[in-house]
C-alpha cells in the first residue's frame, strides 16, 4: 500500500479531486493549508503584497491511500490536472504504507482500502 500526498494550489483542489474520482479514488483526505517558500510566488495569483507571498500561500493538502499498483496513475493524474506551468504548482510524494485498519470492521491492509 502507498500513501500520495500533495499539494497543490487552492484553485486546483476541485479539478484534481473530480479526476481522482473519475479514476475510482474516492477516499481523498482535503486539508486547506498556508504553504512557505519563494517558489511559491505567483504574483499574478496574488491576494497579498509580493513579500507576503514569498512567505506564505494557500496551498490545498490532497491525501489518499491506495493499492501500491494504483500510486502511479494516481500521481500522474494529480500531476496533469494541477499543472499550471508557474512556479508554485505544487509537489506530490508517495510513501510506504505498513499497516490500515478499518475501525468499524476491523478490516486489514487492501480490505480496508
Do not use: W
Not at 474516492?26 to 504574483?43: N, R, S
Not at 506564505?56 to 500522474?76: G, H, P, Q
Not at 509537489?91 to 475501525?103: C, D, G, N, R, S
Amino acid at each position: 500500500m502507498k500513501e500520495v500526498k500533495a499539494f497543490i494550489r487552492s484553485s486546483k483542489a476541485e479539478a484534481v479531486i473530480e479526476a481522482l474520482y473519475d479514476l475510482g479514488v474516492a477516499d481523498i483526505t482535503l486539508i486547506d493549508v498556508m504553504g512557505v517558500g519563494h517558489h511559491l510566488v505567483d504574483p499574478q495569483q496574488a491576494r497579498y503584497s509580493i513579500h507576503l507571498v514569498k512567505k506564505y500561500s494557500d496551498v490545498a493538502k490532497l491525501e489518499t491511500v491506495c493499492r501500491s499498483e494504483d500510486a502511479n496513475k494516481i500521481v500522474e493524474t494529480i500531476r496533469q490536472t494541477a499543472y499550471t506551468g508557474m512556479p508554485g504548482d505544487g509537489m506530490i510524494y508517495v510513501m510506504p504504507v505498513e499497516k490500515a485498519v478499518k475501525i468499524r470492521t476491523g478490516k486489514e491492509n487492501k480490505e480496508a482500502i
